[in-house]
């Protein structure tokens, strides 16, 4: 049985005054499931937004968040600014297509085959080389923690001695 612990005011009309307003108060897994309807709500297929990718996929594909809501995209990368088209929404995530660059990432190159957008058989292609060294690494890294169950402290010592820099650990 939980007990509320948050308000949300929710505006009808942008010309509500104030005390017109509703105000609800809910529980932590009511205002969970509010938050997740009224982004799905906004999150369609065939929506156009603009996204700032924070991260990549195990697939090479850029992830995006609009208010915490991740959005998969394909030929993104991290860093870039997109204007992507939603191709399919789900309850918690979304697939979007990358439409176009409004702002590249520092990383972003062009990719040495002209079908690799196409294709698909290098999604990394369009990353500089040391930032795909760099994802490679961070891959590895992240599945040898969570499915390796190898501790961090572990792979941190790992990763200083192989750079040669191991004595940065006292």
Known sequence: NEKP???I???RDVNTLPEKMDIYTFTESETLAFINNVTKQFMKKDDIIT???V???SDGEGIGK???FP????DAVTGDRAKVKIIKAKKNFAFGRLMELVQASQDRVEPRCREARRCGGC?????DYAAQLKYKNDRVYNSLLRIGGIPAKQLDQGRLAASGRAHDTD
Request: glycine share 12%; aromatic share 4%.
């Open 5 to 7: 612990n948050l308000g």
């Open 9 to 11: 005011v929710i505006q």
């Open 51 to 53: 996204v700032d990718v």
């Open 55 to 57: 991260d990549m996929g």
């Open 66 to 68: 609009v208010d915490g």
């Open 71 to 74: 959005v998969f995209i394909k």
């Open 123 to 127: 999604q990394i292609q369009c990353l």
